[in-house]
């Protein structure tokens, strides 16, 4: 079966963001992965990771003023200095934890803005940190994320970040594919991690509805972890959900989908 990463931005959020790398290792996780790690120092992430016996798999590129409501900054204009100097920061804090690529989020489109004007923005921006990235060694992801759950989000289907990468050409370029943002815009999951699966280097799940635990909704995941077995995937698979009753309460999904399981 898959690899799983917990996702430490949403899970054992019951203790504070240091904490949360010694209850994942306690449940049986070799991965973790986070959203923004930028508001405490690498070395101290890092000393977690190692005094747990983890590695953390991903972590997104500054992504504006989150607490605002930004959630990204890539298809901005008048941003891009700001988006450069992020993935300086996003370089170096991913060599000094071992991460070994990166998710650009496209963020919102401002009311009123010209659509080409987003789209000619991200494009010129993804096509510099791809080549940016290539030359630190690393990986540049971006992520569909639906409309419903975050209104305005620029990039909202998988079908729409298939043909970016077809259109930028970056052979560093990737789709993070969040099974549950693409459950609620294009559906067929199966069918496309069979057909896009060399241009995907991260899958992340959750259930649909709520948002919670993989089995606790309308999403056939025993069916998309053996077909991720059959397709051959070896990445990890991000537990990006938001817990019902408790992380820890509801890692009941996780037997039988891990070794020891």
């Known amino acids: 079966m898959p690899r799983f990463a917990a996702n430490l931005s949403l899970l054992f959020t019951e203790v504070p963001f240091l904490d949360r790398f010694e209850r994942a290792a306690r449940a049986g996780f070799e991965a973790v992965e986070c959203q923004l790690p930028y508001a405490h120092p690498a070395a101290e992430i890092r000393a977690r990771l190692d005094a747990h016996g983890l590695r ?3 972590h997104n590129l500054p992504a504006g003023d989150w607490d605002a409501g930004e959630r990204g900054i890539a298809c901005l204009p008048g941003r891009e200095a700001e988006f450069r100097a992020g993935v300086e920061r996003a370089i170096e804090v991913a060599q000094a934890l071992g991460v070994p690529q990166l998710n650009a ?5 401002p009311a009123g803005a010209e659509r080409a004007a987003l789209h000619a923005t991200l494009a010129a921006n993804l096509r510099f940190a791809a080549r940016r990235l290539r030359a630190a060694g690393l990986r540049l992801l971006i992520e569909p994320i639906n409309g419903f759950d975050m209104p305005g989000f620029f990039l909202d289907r998988p079908s729409q970040a298939f043909s970016l990468l077809d259109e930028l050409g970056e052979d560093n370029l990737y789709v993070q594919y969040d099974c549950y943002h693409a459950h609620r815009t294009e559906g067929r999951l199966a069918a496309t991690l069979a057909a896009e699966l060399p241009r995907i280097a991260h899958v992340q799940v959750a259930d649909h509805p709520g948002r919670h635990e993989p ?8 069916a998309l972890f053996a077909e991720l077995d059959r397709l051959g995937y070896a990445g990890w ?3 990006e959900y938001l817990p019902a009753d408790g992380t820890e309460a509801g890692l009941g999904w996780l037997d039988g989908v891990r070794p020891g399981g």
């Open 56 to 58: 953390m798999v991903l």
């Open 105 to 109: 989020l496209a963020g919102r489109a």
């Open 215 to 222: 089995g606790s909704g309308e999403i056939g995941y025993a």
């Open 237 to 239: 698979v991000g537990a």
